[in-house]
């Protein structure tokens, strides 16, 4: 056939280049909140996380989704999910690299050693010598690697955060820590479906929400029965149902029930001491917008074998300590997205030639992207502010800080998240919204945005929580105080966010109400990351967030810039190579 046209002007697509080596932002936020962590494990891990071999991966694992085997072929009950080898592979790369239950592990870092059946694979984050398997400062860490692994594939994080989250909770059943907490810990990765004894590594999922209730989960109605006590507790008889059960091939859930003490929490193992499987009935898959490569699955209980964790009665304080975690989990990731999705928008714009010029040239574009740029490097500095808290529990303004920042964080960063995908898809054109190559990832991205957002409380619970933590005391410190030292080292940087910052006390004082609460949450939210940027981006950056998000500066959607505004270094600062 005779060739009818000549491909051009079609850029290079995102790959074979290191996530964390281009990521300036990321690497300021790092020298901020942990300076003397060492970053060249997270560079080799960038590395990996930007080649081809692991892209293909990620598509794999998404267009091939997980499949569910109620039954197998003579009609006995199954309840399997089978996964494509690819969702394999990221999850062994997640695992090695201890995005997991890893940051945990101090006091059994001995107990780990022992466990490690294997290296991890080249480019993983590996362990230090030390106490701490990630150093100094593992939540920190932790925190990077897992917002690094979220540009390549998120799904696949469903199951490692909800690890990451369960195991400090363990810790209320002694005995059930003490078998299982190693290898929840361990960077092996085993997905057989075996004994925990004989596997070199765990993951574990959670179960909360029901038919009936949702978020609301003291209405729950799935019952526990106490039938019998052994080496790990009380063990009970659990029966009834979960309308939301991710990950449902982890080794072991935490899930909410009701006893006669009230709403309590128990550890419920998907195989049981003689091998056999507990009673735990996969009904379906959920077929959801995006979070393709994750199952997630309706479940039903009967009388399955659990143990308790923690006092009974005292669930609901249980999963509130898990939640902060997994919210912590939803900033990092909504961030992560922000970053991949602005760099593939960089990218295409900096190549395809419109009118005469490279997009990226254009006047307009220059101020969609560094208005782009300036949000993601916003959300990249909350989120890991917010993983320092974690990593210094002791100190009682960290606890506040944690507490405060928990509940603005995942609101605010995820709130923005759909939009800001939108908006990177248009700079592609009708290239950012096919599914197919390079391009698809856009569309990736664009469906997974929305996921963080209502994931472990939706935008009216976390702006509900802030203004509990800021009108009352909750024993964990001054979230008021705390924030007000927070903001002290920005004051006198830019006269925005000092009126901002000397209003809020009076706001929340003078709140009669929680109709304000998303706006407080909001301008809370905004003063934070004016606050970290003041410290940790360069002059142009802090100068143009302030000026757009503080003083008005700025219209209704991204790209309305103020013309004062220092285009240039911002755009060359978020650029991917």
Avoid at 340 to 362: D, E, V, Y
Wanted: hydrophobic share 45%; with cysteine; glycine share 8%.
């Amino acid at each position: 056939m005779e060739a009818t046209h000549e491909v051009f002007n079609q850029p290079q697509p995102l790959v074979g280049y290191n996530l964390f080596a281009s990521n300036r932002p990321l690497q300021d936020a790092l020298k901020f909140n942990a300076p003397a962590l060492d970053t060249a494990e997270l560079s080799r891990l960038g590395a990996t996380l930007g080649s081809a071999e692991m892209q293909t991966h990620a598509r794999l694992a998404n267009r091939h989704k997980p499949e569910l085997h109620s039954h197998d072929r003579f009609g006995r009950r199954a309840d399997q999910v089978e996964f494509h080898p690819s969702y394999h592979a990221l999850m062994e790369l997640a695992t090695t690299s201890g995005l997991h239950g890893t940051p945990w592990a101090e006091a059994l870092a001995p107990t780990l050693v022992a466990t490690r059946t294997t290296l991890p694979p080249e480019g993983a984050l590996s362990p230090r010598g030390g106490p701490s398997v990630l150093g100094a400062s593992p939540h920190v860490a932790r925190a990077a690697g897992f917002m690094l692994f979220t540009e390549l594939e998120p799904s696949v994080l469903c199951p490692i955060s909800m690890t990451y989250a369960v195991t400090p909770a363990l810790r209320s059943n002694a005995a059930i820590y003490a078998d299982w907490g190693p290898k929840l810990a361990s960077r092996a990765y085993d997905p057989a479906l075996k004994r925990w004894q004989d596997k070199a590594g765990l993951t574990m999922g959670m179960g909360m929400t029901e038919k009936q209730g949702g978020s609301d989960v003291r209405a729950n109605t799935t019952h526990a029965e106490s039938v019998g006590h052994d080496g790990w507790g009380e063990r009970y008889a659990i029966t009834g149902h979960k309308w939301f059960f991710s990950a449902p091939m982890c080794d072991a859930f935490l899930v909410l029930a009701q006893t006669r003490g009230g709403l309590s929490c128990f550890f419920l193992p998907r195989v049981l001491a003689d091998g056999s499987l507990n009673a735990i009935r996969i009904q379906r898959l959920k077929d959801k917008l995006g979070n393709q490569a994750n199952a997630s699955s309706e479940v039903e209980f009967h009388q399955a074998s659990a143990w308790l964790v923690g006092d009974e009665g005292r669930g609901v304080p249980q999963i509130l300590e898990m939640g902060s975690m997994t919210r912590l989990d939803c900033a990092l990731g909504t961030s992560g997205l922000m970053r991949q999705a602005l760099s593939i928008a960089l990218n295409h714009t900096a190549q395809r030639q419109a009118f005469g010029k490279p997009l990226m040239a254009q006047p307009l574009m220059r101020n969609v992207l560094a208005d782009l740029a300036l949000e993601s490097e916003a959300a990249t500095a909350l989120a890991m502010r917010l993983a320092r808290a974690f990593d210094k529990p002791a100190d009682a303004h960290e606890r506040a800080m944690a507490r405060l920042l928990t509940p603005v964080a995942k609101f605010w960063i995820c709130k923005r998240g759909s939009h800001f995908a939108q908006e990177t898809m248009e700079c592609l054109g009708g290239n950012g919204y096919v599914e197919e190559g390079g391009e698809g990832i856009m569309a990736r991205i664009y469906r997974e945005m929305p996921l963080n957002s209502i994931w472990e409380g939706a935008g009216n619970i976390m702006a509900l929580d802030l203004l509990r933590a800021l009108r009352r005391g909750d024993g964990k410190g001054d979230a008021m105080a705390a924030l007000a030292q927070e903001l002290l080292p920005a004051k006198g940087a830019h006269p925005a966010l000092d009126r901002l910052a000397a209003a809020l006390p009076a706001r929340v004082e003078d709140m009669a109400t929680e109709l304000e609460a998303r706006r407080l949450a909001q301008d809370v939210a905004l003063a934070l990351q004016a606050a970290l940027l003041c410290q940790s981006a360069p002059a142009p950056v802090f100068a143009a967030f302030c000026d757009s998000r503080l003083a008005g500066n700025w219209g209704q959607t991204f790209g309305t810039l103020g013309a004062g505004t220092d285009f240039d270094s911002i755009i060359s600062r978020a650029m991917p190579h």
